[in-house]
């Protein structure tokens, strides 16, 4: 494992314990960090290694949409993805915000025919995906997700942090088809979860395990 890629799994764990200790002005420091290094700088102005923009580089169209030859995703369907999951979680289950995909109307502007987390996808579905989605459109998508992650985290007050999501929440979710119902392992994953619990996962690590999924498709095609 590289050093920026240490530095980030090292700052995770600082950020679990953080949370933990109940310290959310520190968790809140912390988490931008972690959160600017899975974005792009151009999300956070931070001063500090960015994994999106270094995946970015040198990557073409071709490798973009490309699907390596023994099945998988494409990167295409990885970016997609992980912005889709920090929109839902973030936006509707932390904020209780309409989803930043429904608001400004970013199906038109990616060219998706689907309106879901891409969850439970068939091969089939993910190469179609990938093969339409529109490249720049998606980095943009990506960007506003994470800028509106970082403006609701800084307005966390300390006794949501053990908070469970909330319920109504979690069925809104469902009835605008955020999540279909195969997947639904995934809801009742958020389901368990408390509001610290969410920051771990999917606008942290969640981009971070993907984002190491692309590179390594990156490396094939």
């Known amino acids: 494992m590289d050093t920026n890629r240490k530095i980030w799994n090292e700052g995770q764990q600082n950020l679990r314990r953080t949370l933990a200790a109940g310290d959310l002005s520190k968790a809140i420091e912390q988490f931008l960090t972690q959160h600017a290094m899975v974005h792009s700088k151009k999300v956070s102005r931070a001063d500090v290694w960015s994994f999106e923009d270094e995946l970015w580089q040198g990557l073409t169209e071709k490798a973009f949409r490309t699907i390596p030859p023994k099945g998988g995703h494409s990167i295409a369907w990885i970016l997609f993805h992980i912005a889709r999951i920090e929109d839902i979680t973030m936006n509707m289950l932390v904020a209780g915000n309409p989803q930043i995909y429904i608001r400004d109307k970013w199906a038109k502007k990616l060219k998706s025919t689907i309106h879901h987390s891409a969850n439970r996808m068939d091969n089939e579905s993910v190469a179609q995906l990938s093969s339409q989605l529109e490249l720049t459109a998606l980095r943009e998508y990506r960007a506003a997700v994470g800028r509106g992650t970082r403006d609701i985290v800084r307005k966390i007050r300390p006794h949501e942090l053990n908070q469970k999501v909330d319920a109504i929440r979690l069925q809104t979710v469902l009835d605008q088809g955020a999540v279909i119902p195969e997947a639904m ?16 996962m999917p606008p942290t690590r969640h981009n971070f395990l993907h984002l190491n999924e692309a590179f390594r498709v990156k490396k094939k095609v």
């Open 185 to 200: 392992e995934i809801v009742h994953y958020w389901g368990n979860r408390t509001i610290a619990g969410l920051l771990l």
